[in-house]
C-alpha cells in the first residue's frame, strides 16, 4: 500500500510543508529510514536524525523551529507521537480488512455462528454454539470452546485459547499464546494429606477495547466471573487467578500477578513483577511499583505503594534512607557503648 503526503495529511488533520505528491509504502526510525518510508520525530534528542534522514515523509510537532534544511516532506502536527501512533492503527487496520474468508483446513462446528468479514485462519479450530461478531479475525492454531461469545472487530492471535462458556467484548486483541479460562487453582485439603480437585464452574467475561498481551493466563471463576473491564491493558506472561475482577482503563506489566478473588480497581497503574494477593481490594488509581508485593487492601483512592510488603511510596523512601545509614548507626552505637563500659 502506498500513501502521499497528502492523503496522510487528510488522516492526522496536518499541515503540509514541501512535496505533497512524495510517496511512502512503509515506516522506519528517522536515523534508519529509507527512500519510501516514513518516519516521525517527537523527541528533539532524535531532531539532528531530521537533517539527514533519507525517510520521503517525517511526522514532526507544529513548534519545531528548522536549524538547517530538509530534504523530506515534514508533516506538522500538534502531537508527533500521538499521530503516529493514530497512523499506525490506521495502517493495521487497513491490513486486516484485507483478511477475510476461511482457510483450508479449518474446523468450525455447524452450530457456530459467524459475523461479516469474519477471517478464520488455516488450522483454528471453533467449537459449538460459537457465536462471533463482524470483522473478528482468528489467526492459526486459535481454538474457542463451546458457547463462546467474541465481539465485533477483535482479533485472536496465533495459538490463543478460548474455554468453553467465556465472553470476550469488541475492539479487543489478545495476542499469541494467551489462555482464557482455564480452571482456577482451587483444591481443597483432604485429611490424609492430599489434595481433592474443586470443579471450577464460573466464566471469564473480557469487556471491550482490551488489550491482552502474549502468554497471559486469565483463570475461570469457581463459580460467577473472572471479570476484565472495559480498556484494560494487560502486558505480556500475566498471571490473573480465579474470580479477581480488573476495573477500567487498569494496566499491569510483564509478571504480574493476581491472586484469586482480588478486587482490582479502575485506572490502576501495576509494574513488572508485582505481586497482588488474594480476598484483598486495590482502589482506583492506586499505583503499584515493580516487584511490590501487596498483601493488604488499599482502600485510599490513588495511593502510591511500593516495597514488599507493599506501603506509602513516601514511607518506603524514608525508611530506605535510614536503611542506607544503618551502618553508621551501628558505629555510633558501638562506640557509645564502649563509652558507656569505661565509666
Known amino acids: ?53 533519507q525517510a520521503s515523509i517525517v511526522i514532526v510537532n ?59 485462519a488455516a488450522f483454528a479450530y471453533i467449537s459449538d454454539n460459537v457465536v462471533i461478531g463482524n470483522n473478528v479475525k482468528l489467526y492459526s492454531g486459535v481454538v474457542v470452546g463451546n458457547n463462546v461469545t467474541i465481539g465485533d472487530n477483535t482479533v485472536l492471535h496465533p495459538g490463543v485459547k478460548v474455554y468453553h462458556n467465556c465472553i470476550i467484548g469488541a475492539n479487543t486483541t489478545i495476542h499469541a499464546g494467551s489462555v482464557i479460562g482455564s480452571d482456577g487453582f482451587g483444591f481443597a485439603p483432604l485429611t490424609d494429606g492430599s489434595y481433592k480437585k474443586i470443579p471450577q464452574i464460573g466464566n471469564v467475561i473480557i469487556e471491550d477495547y482490551v488489550e491482552i498481551g502474549a502468554n497471559v493466563t486469565i483463570d475461570r471463576a469457581t463459580m460467577g466471573s473472572t471479570v476484565i473491564k472495559k480498556g484494560v491493558k494487560l502486558d505480556n506472561l500475566i498471571q490473573v487467578a480465579h474470580n479477581v475482577e480488573i ?21 490502576v497503574m501495576i509494574g513488572g513483577q508485582a505481586g497482588i494477593a488474594g480476598h484483598i481490594s486495590v482502589a ?60
Open 1 to 53: 500500500m502506498r500513501f502521499t503526503a497528502a492523503q496522510i495529511a487528510l488522516i492526522l488533520s496536518a499541515t503540509i510543508e514541501g512535496d505533497a505528491n512524495a510517496s511512502v509504502d512503509g515506516f522506519g526510525k528517522i536515523e534508519e529510514a529509507k527512500e519510501g518510508q516514513l518516519a516521525f520525530l517527537a523527541n528533539l534528542k532524535y531532531e539532528e536524525h531530521l537533517y539527514t534522514t
Open 62 to 120: 507544529e513548534s519545531l523551529l528548522l536549524k538547517e534544511p530538509v530534504s523530506a516532506t515534514l508533516l506538522r502536527v500538534p502531537d508527533a507521537y500521538s499521530a503516529f501512533a493514530t497512523l499506525l492503527i490506521k495502517y493495521e487496520e487497513i491490513a486486516s480488512q484485507q483478511l477475510t474468508g476461511i482457510q483450508d483446513p479449518a474446523y468450525i462446528a455447524k452450530s457456530s455462528k459467524l459475523g461479516n468479514n469474519v477471517f478464520v
Open 247 to 267: 476495573g477500567e482503563n487498569t494496566v499491569m506489566a510483564a509478571q504480574a500477578g493476581v491472586s484469586g478473588s482480588a478486587k482490582i480497581g479502575s485506572n
Open 284 to 343: 482506583d488509581g492506586t499505583k503499584i511499583n515493580g516487584k511490590s508485593g501487596v498483601a493488604s487492601s488499599i482502600t485510599v483512592p490513588n495511593t502510591s505503594v511500593t516495597g514488599n510488603p507493599a506501603q506509602s511510596y513516601i514511607s518506603m523512601k524514608k525508611a530506605e534512607a535510614i536503611f542506607r545509614n544503618l551502618p553508621a548507626l551501628e558505629k555510633r552505637i558501638q562506640e557509645l557503648e564502649k563509652k558507656l563500659a569505661e565509666k
